[in-house]
T-cell receptor, first 111, second 113 residues
Framework: DQQVKQNSPSLSVQEGRISILNCDYTNSMFDYFLWYKKYPAEGPTFLISISSIKDKNEDGRFTVFLNKSAKHLSLHIVPSQPGDSAVYFCAAQSSNNDMRFGAGTRLTVKP | DSGVTQTPKHLITATGQRVTLRCSPRSGDLSVYWYQQSLDQGLQFLIQYYNGEERAKGNILERFSAQQFPDLHSELNLSSLELGDSALYFC????????????FGSGTQLSVL
């Protein structure tokens, strides 16, 4: 059951440009959303989160946007840097739910 | 370093065998999650414990079981192993049961031959 979907397995952008990673969810009970970043041979690390009472949260170069009516969230990275190259996972949770993850999007930032 | 420790890092075993994966959460964290990541797959939720009690169950096979001990460490037991069980198994912890980011260990790579 794919309650959290990341439909783009990969994304390639040029250094300095914007990276936009997308995520859709189906469970309307989800009200807390997170993005994680994963490098090879390491566990995922938390990047940024947003609760459903907000539609935007910003932390430095990273901004997460939430569109509840569309059940869609996105992660914007501006400007993108080669060190941002990693797999990005979207995750969602509600008070009664465990945390569910998408399949991930592999971001490659080219110098 | 996330503070979550998983052992062993690598495990190679044969079909039909049984293995135990161990996880020590961050100090003070009460909630432990187990996830499975197969090749090119996302993180599949297996099970969550909170303060020793099972809180949520995902797509965990009947051949798999887990528990969280009084000292809050957790073990994931995989039995009657099949080739398809080969995967990276992650443990994660958080201080609360929900609405909080998870801290992940570096995973146990299980290879079933």
């Amino acid at each position: 059951d794919q309650q959290v979907k990341q439909n783009s397995p990969s994304l390639s952008v040029q250094e300095g440009r914007i990276s936009i990673l997308n995520c859709d969810y189906t469970n309307s009970m989800f009200d807390y959303f997170l993005w994680y970043k994963k490098y090879p041979a390491e566990g995922p690390t938390f990047l940024i989160s947003i609760s459903s009472i907000k539609d935007k949260n910003e932390d430095g170069r990273f901004t997460v946007f939430l569109n509840k009516s569309a059940k869609h969230l996105s992660l914007h990275i501006v400007p993108s840097q080669p060190g941002d190259s990693a797999v990005y996972f979207c995750a969602a949770q509600s008070s009664n739910n465990d945390m569910r993850f998408g399949a991930g999007t592999r971001l490659t930032v080219k110098p | 370093d996330s503070g979550v420790t998983q052992t062993p890092k690598h495990l190679i075993t044969a079909t039909g065998q049984r293995v135990t994966l161990r996880c020590s959460p961050r100090s003070g964290d009460l909630s432990v999650y187990w996830y499975q990541q197969s090749l090119d797959q996302g993180l599949q939720f297996l099970i969550q414990y909170y303060n020793g009690e099972e809180r949520a169950k995902g797509n965990i096979l009947e051949r798999f079981s887990a528990q969280q001990f009084p000292d809050l460490h957790s073990e994931l037991n995989l039995s009657s192993l099949e080739l398809g069980d080969s995967a990276l198994y992650f443990c994660a912890s958080s201080s609360r049961a929900s609405y909080e980011k998870l801290f992940f260990g570096s995973g146990t790579q299980l290879s079933v031959l």
